[in-house]
């Protein structure tokens, strides 16, 4: 069996440190879900994008110095706020992660995309390349009957809750469906973004979206064996995360509190069948 754990959109950031009691509360909820988020044994730990809050290279070392310390794989895709204070270049040599990449498994294909513009602070949707689009493609073709697992940080438009929003999704124009239609057995689309919980299924897709990890305060663990991939949800209730989380909504800027980040238990857990695409 292959087990992942997922982190929605983490939003670490800088601090003005002559605010009173800003920056413990930002250190004690970070560490706090971060260290929970890490401590889960898993062959892969993953974040869906926008893990800093501006691309700071201080956000970026500091969040990144924490994962170091604790040794395990980590994965990161994308999102629009790791790319507004640098560019994608000066990101990508910080964290140390490729653009896009593909890692083919023993249990499931896992497909990292980048759908992320570069330090457009004005236009947060997502967008992809004609290269990448390309290389997208050639990964799907040759992956077979094989699971394939995406996380990207933006939804496909019109998947999952928000995705039809301006700004929500990939941008409408870029046919995304071209692609993924062209899978032969099952497919897991995983992303952020719109900072709410939703499982959607269409076609031999599933779309998996995480909301942010300051307003729901979980994390989803993916198991895959071969007859099912499963979805679950760990909620974190520590006193360190919600004694503190007031604190950065009230002060940290570019992040608005979305209240009814949390799901039903359908928009936040599922299986999928993996014995019917065996069948055929």
């Not at 500091?62 to 999102?79: L, P």
Request: aromatic share 8%; hydrophobic share 40%.
């Amino acid at each position: 069996m292959m087990k992942l754990v997922l982190m929605g959109d983490l939003h670490y950031h800088q601090v003005d440190e002559t605010i009173p009691g800003w920056l413990e509360a930002r250190d004690t909820f970070f560490q706090t879900f971060l260290g929970r988020f890490l401590e889960l044994e898993a062959d892969a730990h993953i974040s869906v994008g926008d893990l800093t809050n501006y691309g700071h290279t201080s956000e970026l070392q500091e969040v990144y110095a924490i994962v170091r310390k604790s040794g395990k794989t980590f994965y990161h895709a994308m999102g629009n706020h790791d790319l507004y204070a640098q560019t994608r270049r000066e990101v990508l040599e910080i964290s140390g992660q490729p653009r896009y990449h593909a890692i083919t498994t023993d249990h499931a294909i896992l497909v990292f995309l980048d759908t992320a513009k570069e330090m457009d602070f004005e236009d947060w949707g997502g967008w992809v390349d004609e290269e990448q689009l390309t290389w997208f493609e050639d990964v799907i073709l040759a992956s077979g009957s094989k699971p394939v697992i995406v996380f990207a940080h933006h939804p496909v438009h019109q998947t999952t809750t928000n995705s039809d929003k301006d700004k929500g999704s990939i941008h409408p124009s870029i046919d995304m469906w071209k692609i993924l239609s062209k899978k032969d057995g099952v497919g897991i689309y995983v992303n952020g973004h719109t900072h709410i919980d939703s499982i959607v299924n269409q076609n031999n897709w599933t779309f998996v979206q995480l909301s942010a990890c300051l307003d729901q305060h979980g994390l989803r663990i993916m198991e895959i064996d071969e007859e099912e991939i499963r979805i679950s949800a760990v909620d974190l209730e520590d006193a360190a995360l919600t004694d503190n989380v007031e604190m950065l909504y009230n002060t940290m800027k570019h992040f608005r509190h979305t209240a009814n980040a949390r799901g039903i238990d359908s928009d936040r857990e599922c299986s999928v069948s993996l014995r019917i695409a065996a069948e055929h």
